[in-house]
């Protein structure tokens, strides 16, 4: 691989990090005469007509937003440019490591360290937010550890600037187990979703692991709809029940809920840890650092994106894929990105607009969110519906009744988390539904098995509950 001689005014010197959508160099600024990292795209993905709006968009914002906001406890972006060959932003160069590798080194945060790293970082969080920006991506590898304790944020690449959101209606960006609930559910998103992600952080540095874990499916469940156990209960060693209500509050799931500012869950922190603190971590903590930290060379900091609609899977038998995109839109409005599922799902059963919306209501639960999706869909109120098409009758699933012990509360809960891992969310309303009946143990793990596309996932999924059952 040939290294560019210079990009813009800076001359390169070597590689220091690589990804899939380009390469992090390290350069010199020959004006203020200082060492860079140069973070790249190359311009053939930018140019991609399919992608310019969300790779070459991202990688600008990411300089737009880190650029306006000089902080300590941020990364400094110098400059944005572009060449034949790149499009680039040229950042403060900084060594050391990142707080994912510390975690996945093992190494132990004690109760001051953990203080000290949120500290830090909720000042440098309160600081963006001031000034309009929310970082949207909140995790352990945006987070570096230098050599004097200091830590700094990085990678905005997916940021939120208040006065001018470019980011599309309907796409999930961030990292699955950080990402807030209101964005899996199509809520109104503002700076609380960095205070969501924070509160993950602080768990993590409490407990020793993460509190929402596994598959996506499974995470995004345990996001919206499961309180993970307090950060005390995890680790026998790690009883700081002093911080269980802080971190709880912090991982509320309706924003409103939740610390209305960083700056108010930082004065939390400390008010529960009442002793002075070092604002930077323990020298028993901090490692030598072996190189300099850049951020992924990737486009700008996206592990995982959802898009509702626009897929180029082709759509059922007798159906528009423009008509079905549109009716995935309305439904990821309350359902989020599974609706993309349950739209396909649906449609090869269902062959006009009405049938077809008749059954999907019914994985909505509120009232009014199924007049409202009706609405969008056919021009009509749920009452109009419901004349033309009966509502809430599904087609009985094939399931002879079997007299048996009934289902317990407890083994609903780990039957739904097992069918999330196959279906995503919407399992909760359809093992909801399932119980309702009052069926037997053996005939509710019959019926939610029929949600599965396949005979060898239902076989599987049957398996997997009766090992679960015990």
């Known amino acids: 691989m040939s290294i560019p001689e210079r990009l813009g005014k800076y001359p390169i010197s070597e590689v220091i990090g690589k990804g899939a959508m380009g390469i992090v160099y390290r350069g010199y600024d020959p004006v203020i005469k200082r060492p860079v990292a140069i973070k790249t795209i190359r311009k053939e993905l930018i140019d991609d007509d399919d992608k310019s709006e969300t790779l070459s968009g991202r990688f600008r914002r990411e300089a737009q937003a880190a650029g306006t906001l000089n902080h300590p406890g941020i990364v400094s972006v110098y400059e944005y440019g572009e060449d034949a060959q790149y499009a680039y932003i040229a950042m403060e160069y900084v060594e050391g490591s990142s707080l994912r590798e510390y975690l996945s080194n093992g190494s132990p945060f004690d109760e001051h360290d953990s203080v000290s790293v949120m500290a830090q970082l909720l000042d440098a969080l309160q600081f963006a937010h001031d000034h309009a920006v929310w970082h949207r991506d909140i995790k352990p590898a945006n987070i570096l550890v230098m050599s004097n304790g200091r830590i700094k944020l990085t990678d905005f690449g997916i940021a939120r600037i208040e006065s001018a959101d470019r980011t599309k209606t309907n796409i999930i960006m961030g990292t699955p187990g950080y990402i807030a609930p209101e964005m899996y559910l199509s809520g109104q998103i503002d700076h609380r979703v960095d205070i969501f992600s924070a509160g993950v952080l602080f768990y993590n540095l409490l407990a020793g692991q993460p509190p929402f874990r596994g598959r996506s499916e499974a995470v995004m469940y345990d996001v919206c709809y499961h309180d993970p156990p307090p950060p005390s209960t995890i680790d026998p060693n790690r009883r700081w029940t002093k911080y269980d209500a802080v971190v709880a509050r912090a991982l509320e799931k309706k924003p409103e809920n939740r610390y209305q500012s960083a700056a108010a869950f930082r004065a939390a922190i400390l008010a529960e840890y ?11 903590t901090i490692v030598s650092p072996k190189r300099p930290i850049v951020p992924d060379a990737g486009a700008p900091s996206l592990p995982k994106t959802t898009a509702v609609a626009g897929t180029s899977t082709p759509p059922p038998t007798g159906w528009s894929a423009a008509v079905l995109s549109g009716v995935e839109v309305e439904l990821a ?12 799902r649906a449609a090869k059963n269902h062959k006009d607009i009405d049938t077809l919306t008749a059954a999907l209501i019914e994985s909505i639960e509120r009232q009014e969110d199924k007049d409202a999706f009706v609405r969008a869909v056919t021009g009509k109120g749920l009452t109009a519906l419901r004349s033309r098409v009966p509502t809430g009758n599904e087609t009985p699933l094939p399931v002879t009744p079997t007299p048996g012990p ?13 069918l999330t891992t196959y279906i995503g969310p919407i399992a909760r309303v359809i093992a909801k539904r399932a119980a309702a009946n009052g069926a037997s143990r053996h005939d509710f793990f019959n019926q939610v ?3 599965l596309e396949s005979d060898a996932l239902r076989e599987r999924f049957l398996r997997e509950a009766a090992v679960t059952r015990g």
Do not use: I, M, W
Request: proline share 8%; net charge neutral; aromatic share 2%.
């Open 274 to 284: 009442a002793e002075p603190l070092n604002s930077t971590l323990s020298d028993a």
């Open 333 to 344: 409005r309350f359902l989020g990105p599974v609706a993309r599922v349950l739209v396909r």
């Open 406 to 418: 009934t289902l317990t509360p407890e083994e609903l809960e780990r039957a739904t988390k097992l």
């Open 449 to 451: 098995a029929q949600s």
